[in-house]
T-cell receptor, first 113, second 115 residues
Framework: DAKTTQPPSMDCAEGRAANLPCNHS???????VYWYRQIHSQGPQYIIH???NNETNEMASLIITEDRKSSTLILPHATLRDTAVYYC??????????????FGKGTHLIIQP | GAGVSQSPSNKVTEKGKDVELRCDPI?????LYWYRQRLGQGLEFLIY????????KSGLPSDRFSAERTGESVSTLTIQRTQQEDSAVYLC?????????????FGQGTRLTVV
């Protein structure tokens, strides 16, 4: 019952922009799109989240399509340290009830030197 | 503390023994999550605490697994009569709560090995 679909793996050359796609065609109006990443042998790390507007922070940019059925995480200048599994998650944040973050299989991004 | 702290970082136990894993969340974070990650696998949700609400235990795999949280601070995950399939990294995360402030911060995990 995964709410998101991501490619299992991607390669990107060091210094180039890494564009990671995510499909979430069943997203509902009060669900946000979150991105986390997990570098080998570490706990997951929050990257960015958004509702419908594009978002940017010091780590990445998040582009959400107008119909909100898909999004793209952009790492503008990928480095070797960005090699990790990237998880796209949709999550209701209405403020009520128990809502564990549910992680799918993610995309294993490999940055090539 | 600066982040989520978990202890021990590594635990080796014999099959059939009980183990307790501890999580110290970030101060002020009302939400706390436990996950399990088997080698080469994704994160498996176990349990979620939010303030004084009843915890969401829907991810606990069996009645050998239980967790407690004291107020909005320390949480303990207990596994009774451990089995080899319990071997995994157990990750804890905390966040300010549901709603707008829901970025979850993860600890480094406890690597449990059942021999």
């Amino acid at each position: 019952d995964a709410k998101t679909t991501q490619p299992p793996s991607m390669d990107c050359a060091e210094g180039r922009a890494a564009n990671l796609p995510c499909n979430h065609s069943t997203i509902s109006g009060n669900e946000y799109v979150y991105w986390y990443r997990q570098i080998h042998s570490q706990g997951p790390q929050y990257i960015i989240h958004g509702l419908k507007n594009n978002e940017t922070n010091e780590m990445a940019s998040l582009i959400i399509t107008e119909d909100r059925k898909s999004s793209t995480l952009i790492l503008p200048h990928a480095t070797l340290r960005d090699t990790a599994v990237y998880y796209c998650i949709v999550r209701e944040t209405s403020g009520g009830g128990a809502d564990g973050l549910t992680f799918g299989k993610g995309t294993h991004l490999i940055i090539q030197p | 503390g600066a982040g989520v702290s978990q202890s021990p970082s590594n635990k080796v136990t014999e099959k059939g023994k009980d183990v307790e894993l501890r999580c110290d969340p970030i101060s002020g974070h009302t939400a706390l999550y436990w996950y399990r990650q088997r080698l080469g696998q994704g994160l498996e949700f176990l349990i979620y605490f939010q303030g004084n609400s009843a915890p969401d235990k829907s991810g606990l795999p069996s009645d050998r697994f239980s967790a407690e949280r004291t107020g909005e601070s320390v949480s303990t995950l207990t596994i009774q009569r451990t089995q080899q399939e319990d071997s995994a990294v157990y990750l804890c995360a905390s966040s300010l709560g549901p709603g707008r402030y829901t970025e979850a911060f993860f600890g480094q995990g406890t690597r449990l090995t059942v021999v």
